[in-house]
C-alpha cells in the first residue's frame, strides 16, 4: 500500500509570494488533515476534510491560507501571501475513519 | 482552547534505562492515541487507548489509560538507541474526533 505522499518536500521563497502544497492520501481514506509543525512542537490542525467537506477548519487562518480537496481524493493546500511567520513543516494525513492517522514526508517551507 | 499537557519536554537517559512520558487533560477523553516521531521524519502511529484504565503493551513499551479518562502514559523498558526520537499523544475529546496534540517528550540517549 502506497503511503500518504506530498510534494514538495521542500520550498524556499520569499515573503509575500504565495505558495501550494499538493498531498495524495492513501488510497480509499476518505478522511484528510492538514497540520502545521513548528520546530520542536506538536502538530497543529490546520483543516480536516470528511471526502470532500471541510468538516473542521477552525485553525486555517483564513486571510491568507485556502485548501481545497477536489473529488474527494488530492488536496492542495495554499498560502498566499507568505509571511516569515508561515516558516513550518507542512504536514498532510489520511485516515480511513477517524482512528489511526497516516502521515506523509511534509513539506518544509523557508519564508526569506 | 482545550489542551493536552505533556511532561516531560526532554529525557536524557543512558541506554539501557527506562523512559516515561505523560499526557494530561483537564477534560475527559474519547480516547488517546500515542505517536513516534523520528528525527527529520513524520509522526508515525503506535497505539490507541479507548477503555477506562487500559493497558497495552508491544514489546518494551507499556501504554496506560487512567481510569478518569484524563491521563495517560508511555513507558519503555530498557531504551534502545533505535527509540529515539520524540513521542507525541494526540487525544480526542469528544465523538467528533478532533485530536489536540501534546508538545512531545524527546528520548534523548546519552551517549
Known amino acids: 500500500e502506497a503511503g500518504v505522499v506530498q510534494s514538495p518536500r521542500y520550498k524556499i521563497i520569499e515573503k509575500k509570494q504565495p505558495v501550494a502544497f499538493w498531498c495524495n492520501p492513501i488510497?480509499?481514506?476518505?478522511?484528510l488533515y492538514w497540520y502545521r509543525q513548528n520546530l520542536g512542537q506538536g502538530p497543529e490542525l490546520l483543516i480536516r476534510?470528511?471526502?470532500?467537506?471541510?468538516?473542521?477548519d477552525s485553525q486555517l487562518p483564513k486571510d491568507r491560507f485556502s485548501a481545497e480537496r477536489l473529488k474527494g481524493v488530492d488536496s492542495t493546500l495554499k498560502i498566499q501571501p507568505a509571511e516569515l511567520g508561515d516558516s513550518a513543516v507542512y504536514l498532510c494525513?489520511?485516515?480511513?475513519?477517524?482512528?489511526?492517522?497516516?502521515f506523509g514526508p511534509g513539506t518544509r517551507l523557508t519564508v526569506l | 482552547g482545550q489542551q493536552v499537557m505533556q511532561i516531560p519536554q526532554y529525557q536524557h537517559v543512558q541506554e539501557g534505562e527506562d523512559f516515561t512520558t505523560y499526557c494530561n487533560s483537564s477534560t475527559t477523553l474519547s480516547n488517546i492515541q500515542w505517536y513516534k516521531q523520528r528525527p527529520g521524519g513524520h509522526p508515525v502511529f503506535l497505539i490507541q487507548?479507548?477503555?477506562s484504565g487500559e493497558v497495552k503493551k508491544q514489546k518494551r513499551l507499556t501504554f496506560q489509560f487512567g481510569e478518569a479518562k484524563k491521563n495517560s502514559s508511555l513507558h519503555i523498558t530498557a531504551t534502545q538507541t533505535t527509540d529515539v526520537g520524540t513521542y507525541f499523544c494526540?487525544?480526542?475529546?469528544?465523538?467528533?474526533?478532533?485530536?489536540?496534540w501534546g508538545a512531545g517528550t524527546k528520548l534523548i540517549i546519552k551517549p
Open positions: 487507548l479507548v477503555k
Open positions: 476534510y470528511e471526502n470532500e467537506e471541510a468538516v473542521d
Open positions: 488510497s480509499g481514506h476518505n478522511t
Open positions: 494526540a487525544a480526542a475529546v469528544d465523538s467528533n474526533y478532533q485530536l489536540i
Open positions: 494525513a489520511s485516515s480511513r475513519t477517524s482512528n489511526e492517522q497516516f
